[in-house]
Nanobody, 132 residues
Framework: QVQLVESGGGLVQAGGSLRLSCAASGRTFSNYYMGWFRQAPGKERESVAA????????YYADSVKGRFTISRDNAKNTVYLQMNSVNAEDTAAYYC?????????????????????????WGQGTQVTVSS
């Protein structure tokens, strides 16, 4: 089992910045790809960003590319999401998720990182609210 705990959410003004953290425990953190998802009220959960187990590869949704940065510190068992130039559309509950490194029939992580069903463990989420 992997336990994931998000933190860093809150109220931020449009144009401002926020950094989310997700602390992992329970298993070897570097054995997992990590992703961030978000869900706004009345909307489906959507992928935001993901990062390979080593941190060498990162992936972003078009809506956040150039504004958000995902990173990880395997020594601290933590993945981060730096959010810059936020806008009202970024208001949502943000969840981090972990996917094991092992190969899957669905394909490599680079092809499947957007699919929430590919992830094995989820955090409880942290709310981000952007005020105008």
């Amino acid at each position: 089992q992997v336990q994931l705990v998000e933190s860093g959410g809150g109220l931020v003004q449009a144009g401002g910045s926020l950094r989310l953290s997700c602390a992992a425990s329970g298993r070897t953190f570097s054995n997992y790809y990590m992703g961030w998802f978000r869900q706004a009220p009345g909307k489906e959960r959507e992928s935001v960003a993901a990062i390979s187990w080593s941190g060498g590869s990162t992936y972003y949704a078009d809506s956040v590319k150039g504004r958000f940065t995902i990173s990880r510190d395997n020594a601290k068992n933590t993945v981060y999401l730096q959010m810059n130039s936020v806008n009202a559309e970024d208001t949502a509950a943000y969840y981090c998720a972990a996917r094991g490194r092992y190969l899957r029939p669905s394909g490599p992580f680079s092809s499947t990182w957007r699919r929430w069903g590919e992830y094995d463990y989820w955090g409880q989420g942290t709310q981000v609210t952007v005020s105008s």
